[in-house]
């Protein structure tokens, strides 16, 4: 009996993988003559209301395990064999799906972001923000150079918060994320596109600089050009794979900012990292991610932070500059980074 229990568990955590496990049962029930139509209702039940979870379908599994045992406990070696197959099957389609980050936290993180007015109200609060600093800038003297607002584009003027749900449901891929930005679909967050319409109506250029790397401009270009964003154009569009412009770290865009501050006054930076904004938080090892005391008073004013719970640079002081975690490892540093007094 603890050895039917040990397999069926393995199975009912791989089950979500198979390909359909409708089949599995129904092969199974007629292999030892039992009604099929309960079980098969439950799990379509199930499927409809998206909620085929471990939780569920041990429910499922073990309904019809205990049936099996108690008709006739002798057939268990037949059960123990369909069971291992429908774990090799599905433990290789778990292969074309690599589990990497805790989807239950990238769940709550996710559902705020796309769901919550508070998030759309941030989003507001940092354009309008934005208006007003352009403005301010257009009442003084005019300089040499013409002005221009540098823009990151990632969960800055671009939602990808889809892909993450993606990345939820059918998980991790090798060319998941360039699958995604193939697609050019990202919607516009709320208030970034009319704010860049706002500043091309006032003489104002935007920079996208991104760390989107060389081979996704063309589809980077389409997404911004499709959803309406003004200077969707080469010319002011700088990825990770400018290495002219890198200063020999291609994730840094200190370099790629000073290119366009060779041709442009830059009044403002708006982004979801505080790397978007200065060089001087690029190495959080130095002040733990804290802000600079001399930069503060620049926030609201030459810098506009937007928020992204999803992912960023913010999560490595919480892992302590570690890069191979596991999740259960992730998850106990941050709760004893937690403050409970």
Same mark, same amino acid.
């Given at each position: 009996?603890?050895?039917?229990?040990?397999?069926?568990?393995?199975?009912?955590?791989?089950?979500?993988?198979?390909?359909?496990?409708?089949?599995?049962?129904?092969?199974?029930?007629?292999?030892?003559?039992?009604?099929?139509?309960?079980?098969?209702?439950?799990?379509?039940?199930?499927?409809?209301?998206?909620?085929?979870?471990?939780?569920?379908?041990?429910?499922?599994?073990?309904?019809?395990?205990?049936?099996?045992?108690?008709?006739?406990?002798?057939?268990?070696?037949?059960?123990?064999?369909?069971?291992?197959?429908?774990?090799?099957?599905?433990?290789?389609?778990? /292969? !074309?799906?690599?589990?990497? @980050?805790?989807?239950?936290?990238?769940?709550? +993180? &996710?559902?705020?972001?796309?769901?919550?007015? =508070?998030?759309?109200?941030?989003?507001?609060?940092?354009?309008?923000?934005?208006?007003?600093?352009?403005?301010?800038?257009?009442?003084?003297?005019?300089?040499?150079?013409?002005?221009?607002?540098?823009?990151?584009?990632?969960?800055?003027?671009?939602?990808?918060?889809?892909?993450?749900?993606?990345?939820?449901?059918?998980?991790?891929?090798?060319?998941?994320?360039?699958?995604?930005?193939?697609?050019?679909?990202?919607?516009?967050?709320?208030?970034?596109?009319?704010?860049?319409?706002?500043?091309?109506?006032?003489?104002?250029?935007?920079?996208?600089?991104? /760390? !989107?790397?060389?081979?996704? @401009?063309?589809?980077?270009?389409?997404?911004? +050009? &499709?959803?309406?964003?003004?200077?969707?154009? =080469?010319?002011?569009?700088?990825?990770?794979?400018?290495?002219?412009?890198?200063?020999?770290?291609?994730?840094?865009?200190?370099?790629?900012?000073?290119?366009?501050?060779?041709?442009?006054?830059?009044?403002?930076?708006?982004?979801?990292?505080?790397?978007?904004?200065?060089?001087?938080?690029?190495?959080?090892?130095?002040?733990?991610?804290?802000?600079?005391?001399?930069?503060?008073?620049?926030?609201?004013?030459?810098?506009?932070?937007?928020?992204?719970?999803?992912?960023?640079?913010?999560?490595?002081?919480?892992?302590?500059?570690?890069?191979?975690?596991?999740?259960?490892?992730?998850?106990?540093?941050?709760?004893?980074?937690?403050?409970?007094?």
């Amino acid at each position: 009996m603890k050895i039917a229990r040990i397999c069926s568990n393995r199975f009912c955590v791989y089950l979500s993988a198979a390909a359909d496990i409708r089949v599995l049962f129904i092969a199974i029930c007629a292999i030892y003559n039992l009604d099929t139509s309960k079980t098969i209702l439950a799990i379509n039940h199930l499927q409809v209301h998206n909620s085929l979870t471990e939780k569920s379908v041990n429910l499922v599994t073990f309904e019809t395990v205990n049936i099996i045992l108690k008709t006739n406990p002798m057939k268990y070696l037949l059960l123990s064999v369909i069971l291992a197959t429908s774990l090799l099957i599905s433990c290789n389609s778990g /292969n !074309r799906n690599k589990p990497g @980050r805790d989807f239950e936290k990238l769940l709550t +993180a &996710s559902s705020w972001y796309q769901h919550s007015a =508070e998030m759309k109200a941030l989003y507001h609060q940092g354009f309008n923000i934005a208006r007003e600093r352009v403005e301010s800038e257009l009442t003084k003297p005019k300089g040499e150079k013409p002005l221009a607002v540098v823009v990151d584009i990632d969960e800055t003027m671009l939602d990808n918060s889809p892909f993450e749900t993606q990345l939820m449901k059918e998980g991790e891929t090798e060319d998941g994320w360039h699958s995604w930005t193939n697609k050019a679909s990202a919607r516009a967050l709320p208030g970034a596109l009319e704010f860049a319409k706002f500043a091309e109506g006032k003489g104002v250029a935007i920079f996208y600089i991104t /760390n !989107r790397d060389s081979s996704e @401009r063309e589809s980077t270009l389409k997404n911004l +050009a &499709s959803v309406g964003f003004p200077f969707a154009t =080469e010319d002011h569009l700088l990825t990770r794979g400018d290495i002219a412009f890198s200063n020999g770290n291609v994730s840094s865009k200190a370099g790629r900012r000073a290119r366009v501050a060779s041709t442009h006054n830059i009044i403002l930076l708006i982004g979801d990292n505080l790397n978007d904004f200065s060089e001087i938080f690029e190495n959080r090892k130095e002040n733990d991610g804290k802000l600079p005391l001399q930069k503060m008073q620049l926030f609201g004013k030459r810098y506009i932070v937007l928020p992204n719970p999803m992912y960023g640079a913010w999560e490595k002081p919480l892992f302590d500059y570690q890069d191979k975690l596991s999740e259960k490892e992730k998850t106990q540093l941050m709760l004893e980074k937690l403050l409970d007094k």
